[in-house]
């Protein structure tokens, strides 16, 4: 089964058929399991066999199938799935981590994993240090012989800079330290993350997995030792389990996920360069782009740059303007859906930041952030072209 190609995976991989042979995955919508005997129960209690579950909270046939496929995809030997992307990277970190622990984090990071960093893990006495993800050497004076683990988003949430997971995994590993990636711009499509020397990656499966605007989900990926003996542990008893019928929603979207994400990444690279250079923008962000700083980093990295770009306008005014004259983007905050989608980060998911942090990582007034979906690329070009003639 390893040597499937992922897109084989993506629709195969981990399938578990009940008695009745059925090919769709059935939702085993089932909180709990039942027991042929007293002794039977004790003995899944004190171990539970391949088949065998005990509590939805633990597991799920479904959910089980979930995390199977996303292990073979992601080349991890084990995975977790979680109720969302954010319940999955709480617990990727908290489980490992402990009062007294350093942790060496890049800035740019999504509001709700800079909530967790910085807000949650210091008031249990874990040292956060953040760096400037995209420099080599901060990562090199940062981390210490004492620093438990490093985070990032090996493409950051909404600036897209570009980490190089290969070379600060090896920064990390020289002084024992756990490498956490948060993967979701990467995509399961393009990452190659565990081979390049990430120990767990992280997804929000809300994104592109699911990819059609209809369930939060999340999963954790390592290695069995880590999930079995670390993860599982932590996230079954505290609770951030996946329900089994966003499990098979997310199943129903992996089989589809290689074409919808190539797709979105084609049309994201057309637009990228169609509006390269246009009078009404001072920015074009996109790393499939060769001005991006990491283009060489990221063609290496994944072969491609993935289903989000992000526009200057100027102004906040100006991003307004274009945000309300569009017909067919749609103003969200959702990325990876099949519906393309315009964000103003400054506003709305980085609102929470001061001002001088959202000047440091680059989150402008006049920065839009584009999440291509999967309509006609000339009528996406044709509305944007439209909705910045406004400005
Ligand atoms: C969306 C997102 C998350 C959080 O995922 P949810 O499913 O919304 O909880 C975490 N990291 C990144 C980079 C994201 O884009």
Redesign the pocket.
């Known amino acids: 089964m390893t040597d499937w190609d992922k897109k084989t995976k993506a629709v195969h991989s981990g399938t578990r058929r009940s008695q009745y042979g059925e090919v769709s995955e059935a939702i085993f919508l089932t909180q709990g399991f039942v027991y042929d005997s007293a002794e039977a129960a004790e003995a899944r209690f004190l171990k539970a066999g391949e088949d065998e579950f005990i509590y939805a909270r633990y597991g799920n046939p479904t959910v089980r199938m979930f995390e199977d496929r996303m292990a073979a995809l992601e080349g991890a030997e084990d995975a977790f799935a979680t109720a969302?992307?954010?319940a999955a990277?709480n617990a990727a970190l908290t489980s490992i981590l402990r009062s007294g622990d350093h942790v060496v984090s890049s800035r740019a990071l999504?509001g709700?994993?800079l909530y967790i960093l910085e807000d949650v893990l210091s008031r249990y006495g874990v040292e956060v240090t953040f760096v400037d993800g995209t420099d080599l050497d901060q990562w090199a004076e940062a981390i210490r012989p004492d620093t438990r683990a490093v985070f990032f988003?090996s493409v950051s949430?909404p600036t897209l800079d570009v980490i190089d997971i290969e070379a600060v995994s090896q920064l990390a590993h020289a002084q024992g330290a756990i490498v956490i990636v948060?993967n979701?711009?990467a995509t399961p499509v393009f990452s190659r993350a565990i081979e390049q020397g990430a120990d767990v990656v992280v997804y929000?499966a809300?994104?592109h997995i699911d990819g059609q605007g209809r369930a939060?989900g999340?999963v954790v990926l390592g290695s069995r030792e880590y999930i079995r003996k670390t993860l599982e542990p932590y996230l079954k008893h505290t609770g951030g389990s996946l329900s089994p019928f966003t499990a098979w929603m997310l199943l129903k979207g992996l089989e589809t996920m290689d074409l919808r994400v190539r797709a979105q990444s084609a049309s994201a690279l057309t637009l990228a360069r169609q509006l390269s250079g246009h009078e009404k923008l001072s920015r074009v962000l996109y790393p499939g782009l060769p001005d991006h700083p990491q283009h060489a980093l990221t063609m290496r990295q994944n072969g491609t740059a993935g289903t989000v770009l992000a526009v200057d306008c100027g102004t906040k005014d100006a991003a307004f303007k274009v945000l309300n004259a569009l017909q067919i983007w749609t103003i969200s905050n959702n990325?990876g859906d099949a519906k393309s989608i315009v964000t103003h980060p400054a506003t709305t998911t980085h609102q929470r930041l001061p001002e001088v942090q959202r000047a440091a990582l680059g989150i402008t007034a006049g920065l839009i952030r584009l999440s291509v979906g999967l309509e006609a690329v000339g009528d996406l070009l044709e509305d944007l072209e439209q909705a910045l003639a406004t400005i």
């Open positions: 969302s992307g954010m990277v999504f709700s994993c988003e949430n948060d979701v711009f929000s809300t994104k939060l999340g990325l």
